[in-house]
DNA sequence: GTGGTCTAGACCACG
DNA sequence: GTGGTCTAGACCACC
């Protein structure tokens, strides 16, 4: 299973989804072309609603990471590069940023944690 | 006027405020023992909901970086008590670096971004 | 009662919503800033569930043309040219030129279908 | 082959197969009396399943636009007998006129398009 | 009050 | 088998 769901979650189910899908994705542990598990099979695993996973596959579908053909599953898209707000991810990164420091991190110790995220997700890459 | 609220933001009008005052006392702007301004006051700067104030200074009491008196307002606390929770931080990042690696950013320019926010938020440092 | 909804209808109720509300913003009838129903009200009006409208909703917010403020409702985005496909376009036009085409329509006749239904969209316009 | 099928397409493969079709007999090529391919050697053209090609023939049977015999294949049908819902038609070109709006496209530019699909239609005309 | 999310269960469309 | 849509009804988050 390389999925999880945790209904607890500040996130709600179909983000966390949303957002373990395309990091496998990122890895490349799901190339171009690989399926993705059917709606139905992902709810059973996760023990969440058919329609939690739906939205999430229309989530991704929206974005062009992945393409559901009706009837045959959804499988990953060619590899198109995304397009991404770079505004927007600095505002998501300052809130952060602040917690970090405020933990008494230093930048050197922030890039380097910045950096094993970066190795960890990479890693798994073909 | 050090903080603002945006109703238009994606960020609730309360995690706005939990942010922008979570990077004051990260550049340094707020010290320890710094008082903030009152619920009240800070509510008709900003023009919404007394309310929502409220919300944000208990979420940063929570988080131990202000320490609310009943009657005599609210405090930065000294740097010690606050807590932090790497894996959280961890988990926030993960999905940003994944949108950015997808936007085929290379590591040098995702740790250049860092670097820059990183200079940011503590270029304001008194 | 601005938009109407008909199960019995080809496409489903939420496109339809989508459709009739692209429509009024295209007409000038909403224009940016206007509120949207809210997504009760309209599930209400329409007869239909309220999940079905806010599925409308969201995808009229992933086209950049309404904004959700949580707990403020919806309203109309400030007048950003919308991208569209022309590719795709075309493709969706030409069973429907070919349907006309079939019903010994001259050209003449399907422009000035064309140019009819424009100035009843445009009509309203302020 | 005048026609093909492309599962990558978001249109279901019977509704490209029903859509070319009609394009054809629209621009001239296949003309009425003529015999459409059998359902099997279409089929195993375009390497889809037989349903499929199946309920592309009976919904154009259904148009009037073709006319399936028992056992003696189809064919397309006199002019005369194909029914048309101007309606409809108008229904399905509302949406499709209200994003060019949107999109900024000026009466003429979407006239001009139109015109440029009508000639590819009837260019091919024998 | 508003919108957001989730569930359980139904029925339809596609291949 | 697959995904798509819809319902009824629940509970949560924001202001």
Known sequence: MLISADPSDDQ?????IVDQLR?????????PGDPLPSVRQLAADLGVNLNTVAI????LAGEGLVKIKH???ARVTAARE??????????LL???????????K??????GLLREELHNIRGDKT
């Open 23 to 31: 990091q496998l994705v990122a890895a490349g542990t799901l190339q």
């Open 82 to 91: 995304q397009r991404f707000d770079e505004e927007q991810v600095r505002k």
């Open 56 to 59: 999430a596959y229309r989530e």
């Open 94 to 104: 300052v809130p952060i940023l602040s917690k970090m420091i405020l933990a008494g």
């Open 71 to 73: 009837g045959r599953g």
């Open 106 to 111: 230093t930048d050197r110790e922030i890039v």
């Open 12 to 16: 709600p189910i179909y983000q966390q």
